[in-house]
């Protein structure tokens, strides 16, 4: 069974930094998760869910604008992983953010993960 597993959440100030990790199990390593397109949501109380950024198997990436130069999304196709740097955090970045797998050959086929909190407060 697919399982994705976030870490890396937690409170910082304004300005300051947060990596996310995101790891996927109960699949091969390597090969099977490249054909994955990877990508984290966030969602704010009250707000939907929406994508801030993805990352294709050959490391296409695209962002939300209002993270754009901020934050970087990449992937390590050996662990598993799928990262978001976020950088120069404001109190809008607030949100639970959740790590999502789409597989490139049916987009049918995808998971969430059971999202991590992000706060950032003075």
């Known amino acids: 069974q697919v399982q994705l597993v976030e870490s890396g959440g937690g409170t910082v100030q304004p300005g300051g930094s947060l990596r996310l990790s995101c790891v996927m199990s109960?699949?091969?390593?390597?090969?099977?998760?490249?054909?994955?397109?990877m990508a984290w949501y966030r969602q704010a109380p009250g707000e939907q869910r929406y994508s801030v950024a993805r990352?294709?198997?050959?490391?296409?990436?695209n962002y939300v604008d209002s993270v754009k130069g901020r934050f970087t999304i990449s992937r390590d196709n050996a662990k598993n992983t799928v990262y978001l740097q976020m950088n120069s955090l404001k109190p809008e970045d607030t949100a639970v953010y959740y790590c999502?797998?789409?597989?490139?050959?049916?987009?049918?086929?995808?998971?969430w993960g059971q999202g991590t909190q992000v706060t950032v407060s003075s």
């Open positions: 109960g699949v091969e390593s390597g090969t099977i998760f490249s054909l994955f397109t």
């Open positions: 999502y797998a789409e597989s490139q050959i049916n987009s049918r086929t995808n998971y």
């Open positions: 990352i294709t198997g050959t490391d296409r990436t």
